[in-house]
């Protein structure tokens, strides 16, 4: 039997890419940032002490990170048992979003310029707003800005509540993202109202469209909710998600994984919300999980909780639960199976602002008669794509270098 489970943890970089300074992001390390911080005593609430990932280190993420940066992560040591190949790779998309990463990794990398609101106030056109609001029926709009999603629900929140304008803001990533409460406002509004924008977007060439939806009663307990939705464009060519299904093959979403490949090569879709129920979502699914199926996990919380919150160490928190429930999956797998564990680009808690950090990323290999030891620099994130390929024995990738067979 043949089955593919890729554990995608969303910003989880291991150091800065060969082309971070054209990014403001030299010297930017998710992992080992956030590893120092720990090692320091600087990231003790809710846990203790340097950052302890036993499980992840044996899988190789330890030695990968320093081979991308020169140097072992605080607290961890080379003298480790490896029980996986290990690798780093670089990015050849222009962007360091979700869906470049995201697409690159099935094998399609963005060689094209996405659009950008580059302004950080007064950031959208008229004429599109304009255009928006006309359709969906509304007069008007708060935001019009660069902001952290969190912070403008904070100050413009119950301005919203009172008037029923909705939040429209962006960041350095590709995208429109439209926070709306959803009982004032209405769930299904915002999700209609962001339909409206994808459509009246598409001559700016932007990536996504985020619905932001939130509940509560004021600034103290205004809360983002499960219920967020992505509207993504179309990949530009087949990823290795649509090659795999059109073979006969089972692609299994959990979490935002359809939401992020526009729904292209999806064969089911299981939501869940937050990282132990995503978590024991991927269990249920590789239990379930025949032959010729890929099961695919977004881990988004270490990005939306942690890495654009600059939380350093709830981040740390994260991951060490995630360490401490890996060996529920290697239970799991058969030894023709092949787990891969990686991430989308990096969101370095500790690094200025809130956006994404241009970062290598880890690419952990085990199982499927892998040996243990270095992958070495790849780079492309496609490797991942054509390694997935060569395992399936599809037609190979345009783009990647396969690590599998
Ligand atoms: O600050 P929040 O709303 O979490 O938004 C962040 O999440 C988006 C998607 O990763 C990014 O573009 C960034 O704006
Ligand atoms: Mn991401
Ligand atoms: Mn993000």
């Not at 292209?264 to 064969?267: L, N, P, V, Y």
């Given at each position: 039997m043949k089955r593919t489970v890729i554990m995608m943890l969303d910003s989880f970089g291991v150091g800065a890419a060969s082309d971070a300074q054209a990014f403001g992001d030299l010297g930017s390390d998710t992992f080992g940032n956030i590893a120092k911080a720990c090692a320091e005593g600087k990231a003790n609430d809710g846990r203790q002490g340097p950052l302890k990932l036993p499980n992840l280190a044996k899988l190789g993420l330890a030695l990968a990170a320093k081979e991308s940066t020169g140097k072992m992560p605080q607290g961890f040591s080379d003298d480790v048992e490896i029980i996986g190949a290990y690798g780093h790779a670089d990015e050849l998309s222009s962007g360091k979003d979700t869906p470049s990463g995201h697409w690159e990794m099935a094998g399609v990398p963005v060689l094209y310029e996405w659009g950008y609101f580059s302004d950080l106030t007064n950031s959208f056109p008229k004429e599109l707003t304009d255009k928006i609001l006309a359709r969906a029926g509304l007069s008007d709009y708060l935001g019009n800005c660069h902001a952290s999603g969190t912070a403008i629900l904070e100050e413009l929140g119950e301005e919203h509540m009172r008037s029923g304008m909705p939040i429209f803001y962006t960041s350095a990533d590709s995208v429109f993202q439209i926070a709306c409460h959803e009982e004032s406002f209405g769930l299904e509004k915002l999700y209609e109202l962001c339909i409206i924008a994808r459509e009246e977007l598409e001559p700016y060439n932007i990536g996504r469209v985020i619905a932001r939806p939130f509940v509560g009663t004021g600034p103290s307990d205004f809360a983002r909710t499960g219920n967020r939705r992505d509207y993504a464009v179309e990949p530009p060519a087949k990823t290795v998600l649509d090659k795999l299904k059109e073979s006969g093959g089972e692609v299994v979403s959990v979490g935002k994984i359809a939401d992020i490949y526009a729904h292209?090569?999806?064969?089911q879709k299981v939501k869940a919300t937050g990282l132990e129920a995503l978590f024991d979502a991927t269990l249920d699914q590789v239990k379930l999980a025949g032959d010729r199926t890929l099961v695919f996990t977004n881990f988004v919380d270490f990005d939306s909780h942690y890495g654009h919150r600059r939380d350093i160490a709830g981040y740390a928190r994260a991951l060490e639960y995630f360490d401490s429930r890996l060996p529920e999956i290697l239970a799991l797998l058969d030894d023709d199976d092949l787990l891969l564990l990686t991430a989308d680009h990096g969101c370095d808690p500790t690094w200025p602002g809130s956006d994404h950090t241009r970062e290598r990323v880890p690419v952990l290999a085990y199982g499927a008669g892998l040996t243990a030891g270095s992958l070495g620099l790849r780079n492309s994130f496609a490797d991942i794509g054509q390694s997935i390929a060569s395992y399936f024995e599809l037609e190979p990738m345009e783009y990647g270098t396969s690590f599998v067979g």
């Open positions: 292209c090569g999806i064969t």
